[in-house]
């Protein structure tokens, strides 16, 4: 995976996010406090933490959304910001309700896939990848939450990329969606990408995932693997809670 | 090119587009019907009111209605995307952001210019047509006399929409962006009318609505505005209206967090 380093400073690192001192601060708030952790490619890596631990934010930095106060982000070596067709690079699906509720689906992707020179017939490809294509031409407006998820993979597919991240994907679908997301995560893995995908959803996350990256209050809190977490303790579950017990910022007592 | 079609498709595909060109193009209707009822009060008037009777040049002062509403489609093009989330999408499949702004300027400022054009031309034209020799030959002055007064009166309309874009890419905010255009555009005008001398010929002159006649050299015989600039400075100013907020709205874009 790892080819010679040919223009420094950054050594090409193929599909992967790696994060090495990354932080952000907001004013007198710390989102992001000195994470370093790599996403390699071949398996889902699950994304963890509680509410407010700085996983949206880490996903925004990665994408350049963001400026760190120091640190970096960097996708296949280098920071997101200097890819030229980034969507070819790097897919993303932050936030399904992104969208203008007044055009159509079809037009939604075609707008995005002519930035990165995507052509028509990639739209229609990943229209019919996520099952939107009879509803390709309805305005966005009266989609479902579970078919503005679909869209937004499909916008994340749209330029075949080797790395993906998806910030709770999972929330609204209907047990069809959920089964379908997990299929897709880990045939997309399976395929050599590389997958970021967070959830709170634990039990869905032990099935989908193989890697765990588990965040709180910015900091990283573990990096293991699903099979190290559940030796360790009785189910995912249970490894999340123990692990974020001292994290939790907004919560009843436990 | 890839950026311009997107933007392009963008904003006509959304239905607020159409909806605001049309009610842009219906000021030439408002234009004909306001000449049509002067001419029917102007026909029934003694001689001697007929003497003294005057109207304004009417496609000068019907643009006000497509001015606000490309106003309002370059405000809308940015806060849109702000408002839904889609900004995100947009700066993640370009993260340099500047070419974003500078598309959507490009469309806003093509369809804006086209739009305000139709409108004076055509306001003007049927208004010309339903007056006549009417009002002491108001209408009667050759039309490439006009024709300065009447190009930089059209591009207006491109100006209110780059300044529309710009006061959206600042804000963020559809709200805000309005009321800022609408402050700068009607209301500032109406105070800077009942500021002292020198003051009221001096801010007067740089209004946007003043510019065209500076830029034509042919004054308003009475207006509120003032008329101190020489045309190239005129030009000038009215490009700064239209440049300054989008240029200072691109750094902000590229330098703060989405």
């Not at chain 1, 993303?92 to 930035?115: E, Q």
């Not at chain 1, 078919?147 to 937004?152: A, C």
């Not at chain 1, 699903?226 to 910022?249: M, W």
């Amino acid at each position: 995976m790892v080819r010679c380093a040919a223009d420094p400073p950054y050594p090409i690192l193929d599909d992967v996010i790696r994060l090495h001192h990354l932080t952000k601060r907001y004013g007198d708030t710390l989102a992001v406090d000195d994470l370093s952790f790599t996403v390699e490619p071949g398996h889902v890596t699950g994304f963890l933490g509680p509410n407010g631990a700085g996983k949206s934010t880490t996903m925004r930095l990665i994408l350049g959304l963001d400026t760190p106060t120091s640190g970096e982000a960097l996708v296949n070596g280098r920071p997101y910001t200097t890819l030229r067709r980034p969507m070819a690079q790097v897919g993303a699906l932050l936030d399904a309700g992104a969208v203008h509720g007044g055009r159509t689906a079809y037009h939604h992707l075609l707008c995005l896939a002519r930035t990165n020179d995507i052509g028509e017939r990639r739209v229609a490809e990943v229209l019919d990848l996520v099952g939107l294509t009879g509803v390709a031409r309805r305005r966005v407006g009266g989609f479902s939450l579970g078919m503005r998820q679909r869209l937004g993979i499909a916008a994340a597919l749209l330029g075949d990329p080797r790395v993906l991240m998806f910030d709770e994907p999972v929330n609204g679908l209907d047990p069809d969606g959920v089964r379908w997301i997990r299929d897709l995560m880990r045939s997309l893995a399976a395929e050599g990408r590389t997958v970021l995908l967070s959830s709170h959803l634990m039990s869905e996350m032990a099935l989908t995932a193989d890697r765990i990256v588990i965040m709180g209050r910015g900091k990283l809190i573990a990096e293991a693997t699903i099979q190290e977490l559940t030796t360790r303790y009785p189910t995912l579950e249970d490894a999340y809670l123990a692990l974020t017990a001292g994290s939790v910022q907004f919560g009843a007592a436990r | 090119m890839n950026m311009l079609s997107s933007e392009w498709l963008k904003i006509r595909s959304v239905r607020s587009t159409g909806l605001l060109l049309l009610l842009s193009l219906g000021a030439i209707l408002l234009g004909a019907a306001i000449a049509w009822m002067a001419a029917g009060m102007y026909d029934d008037a003694t001689p001697a009111k007929r003497a003294t009777a005057s109207i304004a040049e009417l496609e000068e002062v019907v643009i006000i209605v497509p001015q606000l509403c490309m106003g309002i489609l370059g405000v809308l093009a940015i806060t849109s995307e702000y408002a839904t989330g889609v900004i995100r999408t947009s700066l993640t499949a370009v993260p340099r952001r500047w070419p974003v702004l500078a598309a959507k300027a490009a469309v806003v400022g093509a369809i804006s210019l086209l739009t305000g054009s139709v409108a004076i031309f055509g306001t003007y034209f049927l208004a010309r047509q339903v007056i006549g020799d009417r009002f002491s030959g108001t209408y009667l002055t050759p039309f490439l006399d006009r024709l300065p007064t009447l190009a930089a009166t059209g591009l207006t309309v491109c100006v209110f929409a780059l300044l529309g874009l710009g006061l959206g890419a600042l804000t963020r905010s559809t709200a805000g962006a309005v009321a800022v255009l609408v402050g700068l555009a009607y209301v500032i005008p109406m105070f800077v009318g009942k500021l002292p001398s020198p003051w009221k010929d001096w801010l007067g002159s740089m209004m946007i609505s003043a510019l065209p006649r500076q830029i034509s050299g042919v004054p308003f015989k009475s207006s509120v505005y003032g008329s101190s600039l020489p045309p190239a400075a005129a030009v000038a100013v009215l490009a700064a209206y239209a440049l300054v907020p989008v240029l200072a709205g691109t750094w902000l874009l590229r330098h703060r967090d989405a």
